[in-house]
């Protein structure tokens, strides 16, 4: 996978977890202690993420890490796929979830 793809992938399950709360931006920003300027970057997918913020999110979110990498089966978050349906293969965003899991 490319970086920017895993940066999408990210952006797009904390948003959705946030939004399934009905978390503003500022709030999770506050409860992760990083500015919303910089939360807004991680669901856009156009900044990176350390490992300890990575792990800040889920715990904020009460979300697995794996969970933030896992991708609904047929999205495609590749820069020139946008949002559009596509097939994925579930085994390696699996695999990607675990081994970050595992790197914490």
Not at 32 to 43: C, D, G, K, N, Y
Not at 70 to 94: Q, S, V, W, Y
Request: net charge negative; hydrophobic share 40%.
């Amino acid at each position: 996978l490319r970086d920017d793809t895993i940066k999408r992938r990210l952006g797009y399950n904390v948003t959705l977890h946030r939004q399934r709360r009905g978390w503003t931006q500022a709030y999770l920003a506050e409860e992760v202690q990083i500015s919303p300027t910089f939360l807004l970057h991680i669901e856009r997918g156009t900044r990176g993420v350390s490992l300890e913020t990575i792990e800040a999110l889920a715990h904020a979110l009460e979300v697995d890490v794996s969970e933030l990498f896992t991708m609904p089966i047929g999205l495609d978050l590749t820069p020139a796929g946008g949002h559009r349906l596509n097939c994925f293969e579930k085994d390696l965003l699996e695999h990607v979830g675990k081994a970050i899991t595992e790197v914490l």
